[in-house]
Antibody, heavy 126, light 110 residues
């Protein structure tokens, strides 16, 4: 059973860099897509971006200039860095594994958010 | 960017009655492969979201068949045949055609 655990600072100062990691257990980084999603307090979900084990990435255009998602195969973790944070970056950050149907035309072709971490709360404040 | 709009934003349902949530995209979510690039997720109180439906109408693993989804072009619907107390939560649609993007969410309560 795949489990994901986010970790990082609970408090970041404005204009500084937010760094979060996601530890993956029960699966290897290889062969899969890994994603970050966030949720501002009392609001809906916002997709941040994803990384494929090949190293290819895709980011939310609204965050692209400040965002980097990477992975470390030696620790089976993937991470995100968001620079120049403001109060608008406050919220719960979820890491997730994208999954694909095991059979049929969409197998290994369509990817949806199959496993979510429990989330970690980040506050941006001086 | 594809904008996702859900309606209603809030829904109060009597247990045992059906419920329906609409999701509209600013452009067609039909992929060249003939499938619709839209997912549905639910976030129950105090929990992380979980997948219900992928690629327009396919139930994710372990999801009850009381959940079904359909749609075409830019208009999609999630249906719950008989709402139970355990179905309370916020339901999100998400397009997967260009990156990813969520709707605002629909809060379902009893």
């Amino acid at each position: 059973q795949v489990q994901l655990q986010e970790s990082g600072p609970g408090l970041v100062k404005p204009s500084e860099t937010l760094s979060l990691s996601c530890t993956v257990s029960g699966a290897s980084i290889f062969g899969h897509y890994w994603s970050w999603i966030r949720q501002p307090p009392g609001k809906g979900l916002e997709w941040i971006g994803y990384i494929h084990y090949s190293g290819s990435t895709r980011y939310n255009p609204s965050l692209q200039s400040r965002l980097t998602i990477s992975f470390d195969t030696s620790t089976n973790q993937f991470s995100m860095r968001l620079t120049s944070v403001t109060a608008a970056d406050t919220g719960i950050y979820y890491c997730a594994k994208l999954g694909s149907p095991s059979s049929g035309f969409l197998a290994n072709y369509y990817w949806y958010i199959a496993v979510w971490g429990k989330g970690t709360t980040v506050a941006v404040s001086s | 960017d594809i904008v996702m709009t859900q309606s209603p934003l809030s829904l109060s349902v009597t247990p045992g009655e059906p419920a329906s949530i609409s999701c509209r995209s600013s452009q067609s979510l039909l992929h060249a492969n003939g499938h619709y690039y839209l997912d549905w997720y639910v976030q129950k109180p105090g929990q992380s979201p979980q997948a219900l439906i992928y690629a327009g109408s396919n139930r994710a693993s372990g999801v009850s068949d009381k959940f079904s989804a359909s749609g075409s072009g830019t208009d999609f619907t999630l249906k719950i045949t008989r709402v139970e107390a355990e179905d309370v939560g916020v339901y999100y649609c998400m397009q997967t055609l260009q990156g990813r993007g969520f709707g605002q969410g629909t809060k379902v309560e009893i």
